[in-house]
C-alpha cells in the first residue's frame, strides 16, 4: 500500500509498494511457484506426521511443512463513522496519504505510541497544524515526546477517549472525542484523521493451535518454528519483528532455510550434496 519506498536496497530512486510487489510474483513464477488469488486458508492441522492446510474453496493441501507469512493489519478504532470514511479522510498511513494533504489548516492523528508519534512528525511537513489524541499518556520513546512536544506545529492532548468520526457529504470533517477525567465532549475539525494504534497479526485461521504473544504475534524458536510443529512463522506475522519491509524479507530467507533443514531431519528432503 506504500505510495512510495525509498529505503529497500536496490532502487536508490525509489520504488512504489505496487511495482515491488509484481516484482516479487513475477520472480517467484519463474521458479515455478503456484499461486492462488483470491483464496483464503480456514485453518491448519495435523494429520499424523502431516499438515493439512484448508482453504476458502473447500480444498484442502497436504504438506510436510507450512511457512505463515500473512502479515499484519492496522488496529481500527470500532467507531461510528470510521468504515464509511477510510479512504475518504481517515487513513492509515501517513507515508501513502500525508502529501494529500499538503497546506491542510489541520490534521489529526490518533495514537500516542512510536508510530503515532513519527507519523504526526512526518505529517507536518504537510499541514500547518497536526493534533495528537491519545487515550492515555503517549508511550513513544521520551526522545521522540520531546521532539513532538517541543515542536510548535504539534498539539498534544491525553487521557481522550474517541467516540466519533464526523463526515459531511461522504468526506471526513471531524473527529469527536470524551475527555476521560471530565466527560466533557470536544469536538476537533480537521482535513484528515490519521489511525495508528497498533497492529494485529493476521493469524485468526490459526485459532489456538498456536502461541501467540500479549498482542497476538506468533511465538517462534531460534529455528522460527512456532509452538505447532512443522508450521514457522515470517514476516510481521511474528512476535519481535521489526514491522520493516527488509527485514521481512529476510525474514523469509531465513525461514526457508529453517524449514528445508527440518524438511532434510525428517527425510522428507533428499540432502544437498556440498563438494568438498
Known sequence: ?????????????????DELAERFISQARRYGVELLSAVSV??????????????STGQQLTSHAVIVATG????????????DLIGAGVHFC????????KGADEVVV????????EEGLHLSEFAKRVRVLARSDLTASPVLQERVRSDPQLIIH?????VELEGERGIFAAVVARDHDSGEIHRFPAAAAFVFIGLKPNSAFLGDAVERDAGGFLLTSATMETSMPGVFA?????????????SAVGDGIAVLLMTRRQL???HHKAVALVDA
Open 1 to 17: 500500500i506504500s505510495d512510495r519506498i525509498d529505503n529497500y536496497p536496490g532502487f536508490p530512486d525509489g520504488i512504489s509498494g
Open 42 to 55: 480456514s485453518g491448519v492441522e495435523h494429520d499424523g506426521d502431516d499438515l493439512v492446510t484448508s482453504l
Open 72 to 83: 499484519s493489519t492496522y488496529r481500527r478504532l470500532d467507531v461510528p463513522g470510521e468504515d
Open 94 to 101: 501517513a507515508t501513502c496519504d500525508g502529501p494529500f494533504y
Open 110 to 117: 490518533i495514537g500516542g505510541g512510536n508510530s503515532a508519534l
Open 158 to 162: 491525553t487521557g481522550v477517549d474517541i
Open 234 to 246: 515470517a514476516g510481521d506475522v511474528r512476535s519481535g519483528s521489526t514491522k520493516q519491509l527488509g
Open 264 to 266: 532434510e531431519d525428517h
